[in-house]
Nanobody
Framework: EVQLVESGGGLVQAGGSLRLSCLAS????????IGWFRQAPGKEREGVSC????????YYADAVKGRFTISRDNAKNTVYLQMNNLRPEDTAVYYC?????????????????????WGHGTQVTVSS
């Protein structure tokens, strides 16, 4: 059974930090690009960051560049999202997702339809 389980969310004050984890099982983790997405109340789900399975290249949405860092540990089947200098506008449910590198390169790294597996999300709330 394929599973992606997010953890590490919570309530933090503006300027604080959180580290999200995404633990994967049930598929060949090292062959999949992993992305983090978020959905704020009343808004569409948007891409935040992703890390390539091919070369470890990382990508960030403009809104989080310089504040968030994505990394992966293939030995632990885990991807991390270190979030620093959090802002109230970062408040959202954060999801991790896995997709094949080739499809994402062809269609676009933020193409959610190419992420085959999704977690259930973890809530991040940033107070002002």
């Amino acid at each position: 059974e394929v599973q992606l389980v997010e953890s590490g969310g919570g309530l933090v004050q503006a300027g604080g930090s959180l580290r999200l984890s995404c633990l994967a099982s049930g598929f060949t983790f090292g062959e999949y690009t992993i992305g983090w997405f978020r959905q704020a109340p009343g808004k569409e789900r948007e891409g935040v960051s992703c890390i390539s399975s091919k070369d470890g290249a990382t990508y960030y949405a403009d809104a989080v560049k310089g504040r968030f860092t994505i990394s992966r540990d293939n030995a632990k089947n885990t991807v991390y999202l270190q979030m620093n200098n959090l802002r109230p506008e970062d408040t959202a449910v954060y999801y991790c997702a896995a997709g094949p590198y080739e499809s994402l390169v062809r269609v676009g790294i933020w193409s959610q339809s190419q992420y085959y597996y999704w977690g259930h999300g973890t809530q991040v709330t940033v107070s002002s």
